[in-house]
């Protein structure tokens, strides 16, 4: 296991940044961390780097325990802040050999493990330039390489791509996949098509809380799959039809334009009802004019689970001001 986290909370006074949450992350995974602004992803990773304490439960880092052999956790973590802090008036290869020194990094392969993260984060051609000259592309591949130096069991990046462009944004997808070849990261952002593009398992953290911990390849099993469908027709007897289709689960509808009406509808199981879709519309007479297999994305499930929380803190809320 080189992420454990156990039941555990952080309070800034009355508030509750993060709420009794627990997860683990196996050897070898890259896992997506989300979560909307202030869910608790970056109080999460600072107590898991030893930047903050927690104020209850554990965390292990590499079977480290983060607050009673902190040292022992930084030497097994590459951690990538999301503002990184470089000094700008250092040389990248000169700031990689001093952060390299800090980490303790034997003097023998020190050379070597300096050349060997310029190249994985393809900094080389920059390796002599003024870090204040550099653009925040190659600035978050210089902080990518400083996590590197000391060749760390687990990399936890934070927003590693906010504010670069979309090249830019690409090339540090790339050069996460192939870090995890070796590496187990933890990798936090708010664009959720990075998340699918690169990442194996996701977990959402809403208000302090897990609300979300699956792998990726569940999230595409057709069992959540749905037809989409626009017909010209009465919309009751229409949406009835389609209800007693075998395997249909239910059938949501809205109008649309030129008469036609759209219906989600959702399945049971592993069928696909595109045909019978089409022979019932043929059968009635009615016009179809779309019919799309659709699987739900990363992005509706998020968005379920996060309007869901905030439905349910609402609603505690008023409960609670009702009593008073």
Not at 63 to 79: L, P, Q
Not at 287 to 314: C, I, N, P
């Amino acid at each position: 296991m080189m992420i454990q986290v156990d039941r555990l909370s952080k309070h800034y006074g009355p508030v509750i940044a993060v709420n009794d949450i627990s997860f683990q992350v196996q050897r070898g995974e890259i896992v997506g961390f989300l979560g909307l602004n202030g869910a608790g992803k970056t109080t999460t990773m600072r107590i898991l780097t030893t930047w903050l304490p927690a104020t209850s439960g554990i965390a292990k880092v590499a079977g480290h325990d983060v607050m009673t052999d902190s040292m022992a956790v930084r030497r097994n973590i590459g951690y990538l802040p999301e503002s990184v802090p470089l000094y700008p008036e250092m040389r990248v290869e000169e700031y990689l050999e001093y952060r390299a020194r800090l980490k303790g990094v034997d003097r023998a392969i020190r050379l070597t493990r300096i050349e060997d993260a310029l190249n994985r984060c393809r900094i080389r051609e920059v390796r002599r330039r003024l870090i204040g000259t550099l653009s925040k592309g190659y600035r978050q591949r210089v902080g990518l390489a400083d996590a590197l130096t000391h060749d760390p069991k687990i990399l936890i990046l934070d927003e590693p791509t906010s504010g670069l462009d979309p090249l830019q944004i690409q090339e540090t997808l790339h050069m996460i996949q192939d870090l995890a070849e070796e590496h187990t990261i933890l990798f936090s952002t708010h664009i959720l098509s990075e998340v699918e593009a690169v990442c194996e398992r996701v977990i959402v953290i809403h208000s302090g809380r897990i609300a979300f911990d699956r792998p990726m390849t569940e999230l595409t099993n057709v069992e959540d799959a749905e037809v989409l469908a626009e017909i010209k027709g009465p919309a009751d007897a229409v949406a009835a039809e389609l209800k007693s289709l075998e395997g249909v689960r239910g059938v949501k509808s809205h109008a649309t334009d030129g008469g036609f009406a759209s219906f989600e509808i959702r399945v049971s199981g592993k069928r696909d009802v595109r045909e019978a879709v089409f022979q019932a519309a043929s059968r009635k007479g009615w016009s179809l004019r779309r019919l799309e297999h659709r699987r739900r994305s990363l992005f509706d499930y998020f968005s379920k689970v996060t309007m869901q929380g905030d439905a349910a803190v609402a609603g505690t809320s008023s409960r609670e001001n009702s009593s008073a």
